[in-house]
């Protein structure tokens, strides 16, 4: 008799390759959009966060502008110079670099302010959803009196109030963290009613009556049982309201209560350069411009497409 050569079981795929086994992945291949946004948004982050190491120089540093570089227009028209690819503004400040950096920090800001609703969101929804009665009706009318005021207008009564009650060395600094807060104090809603809805209809499922009757925390059966299963229209949601956090952000630096010529963002700098529109200098508020839409129809695309991806009546 012939011994049985025991079956070797293979090794389980690893978390890249179910990534690029995933339904997911494959119908990413198969939108060519989605793609060309991938990418361009890609260039664009990377860009932005290796600004330090790819430009001329650093715009927040005033000791390395030169008023003699000032107005200078891009580089392909004449009285063009090089490096000032994009031209200069009235600053002699390199107007590639200071996209470069201004998108960094609107990206930061826009990022920040999706994890930060969708951090309280979650929590918010999960809390109303799963208790239920007193707790579910506090929560979500605090919520509709929000939703009941533009989200725009919100933000500008608190960036403005906040930038008024920090003290004159904190107002520069703590700029970014008060934008933060202030598209924040209302972009939470959306998540917490999307999570609350999906709360509600797991939590009289049989797993979670089962981690009831082994006596599970009811915290734990939140976060590890039920709040799992809201990733997908959370994941869509966040995508989404991350080009809105970058255009609300925006415009709070247009209107002048964003943040400070001394750290410009997008919107700082189409403010700026829209001062001089009539004067000539449109490159000054062209482009900037340009990069702030590049940046936001990327995401949009990608939002769209993850949006269609996840449903499963498109399948």
Partial sequence: MTAIEPVKSSAPPSRLSRVFQSDLWWSFKQHPSAIAAAILLAVLIGTAFFAPWITVQNPYDL?????????????????????????????????????????RASIVIGAASVAVSLIVGSVVGLVAGYYGKWADGLLMRAGDVLLSMPTML?????????????????????????????????????????????????????????????????????????????????????????????????????????????????????????????SGLWWIVLFPGLQLCLLVVSINVLGDWLRDALNPKLR
């Fill in 63 to 103: 000791a390395s502008l030169d008023l003699l570089n000032a107005e200078i227009p891009p580089v392909w028209m004449e009285g063009g110079q090089w490096p000032f690819l994009l031209g200069t503004d009235v600053q002699g400040r390199d107007l590639l670099s200071a996209i470069l950096y201004g998108s």
């Fill in 154 to 278: 919100i933000a500008i009564l608190v960036s403005a109030l906040a930038r008024q009650m920090l003290p004159p060395y904190l107002r520069e600094v703590g700029a970014s963290g008060v934008i933060v807060f202030a598209i924040s104090l209302s972009a939470w809603v959306q998540y917490a009613r999307t999570v609350r809805a999906q709360t509600m209809v797991e939590r009289n499922k049989e797993y979670v009556q089962a981690a009831r009757l082994i006596r599970v925390s009811k915290w734990r059966i939140m976060l590890k049982h039920i709040l799992p299963n809201t990733t997908t229209p959370l994941l869509v949601t966040a995508t989404l309201n991350f080009g809105l956090g970058i255009l609300i952000e925006a415009t709070l630096s247009f209107l002048g209560v964003g943040m400070p010529p001394e750290q410009p963002s997008l919107g700082t700098l189409i403010r700026i350069g829209n001062q001089y529109l009539f």
